[in-house]
């Protein structure tokens, strides 16, 4: 019989195999661009789209999870309505870095699209849309959680310069 500790221990050695080939991708893909993924105009979407399509999906899934909670008042669903939220927000942040790993140039993606706006460009409009909806989820976030924000500063004993 195998014993949890070597279970655990498997499921680490997993995890962390799999992180560094992730790191691994990364990098590489970022040294290399585009032409790591040998995308064609046959093939243009790769991995990293459908992990974006996925993984906005996936948040747009758990926000609406939260709807009975926050919005029809129903109380049963507001402990999972909590972890929701938290699961849109990472799964949203997920599917925003497949996308920056996407683009050709990310360092010159991410500013230009929001100085330069495009009135005209699917691009521009998608990524205003993800932040508007980041900044929502954050907000909701916010109001859901700052009970719990102040009662944990009140048993740490308040908000005080280090």
Do not use: C, Q
Not at 54 to 81: D, K, M
Not at 97 to 107: K, Q, S, T
Request: aromatic share 14%; net charge positive; glycine share 8%.
């Amino acid at each position: 019989m195998i014993s949890n500790k070597t279970l655990w221990s498997g499921y680490w050695i997993v995890l962390l195999g799999l992180a560094v080939v992730g790191l691994i991708y990364i990098v590489r893909g970022l040294l290399n661009g585009l032409s790591e993924t040998a995308l064609t105009s046959t093939v243009p979407w790769g991995l990293n789209i459908a992990l974006y399509i996925f993984f906005v999906g996936l948040s747009a899934g758990a926000f609406l999870l939260s709807t009975p909670a926050y919005v029809f008042h129903i109380e049963r669903y507001e402990r999972a309505a909590r972890l929701a939220l938290w699961i849109a927000l990472i799964t949203l942040i997920a599917g925003g870095a497949a996308i920056f790993l996407d683009v050709g140039h990310p360092e010159r993606a991410s500013w230009r699209l929001f100085i330069n706006w495009n009135f005209t460009s699917p691009l521009a409009l998608v990524a205003h849309v993800y932040v508007l909806y980041m900044l929502i989820i954050l907000a909701e976030l916010w109001v859901v959680m700052r009970a719990d924000i102040a009662r944990l500063a009140d048993a740490n004993g308040g908000w005080r310069a280090r």
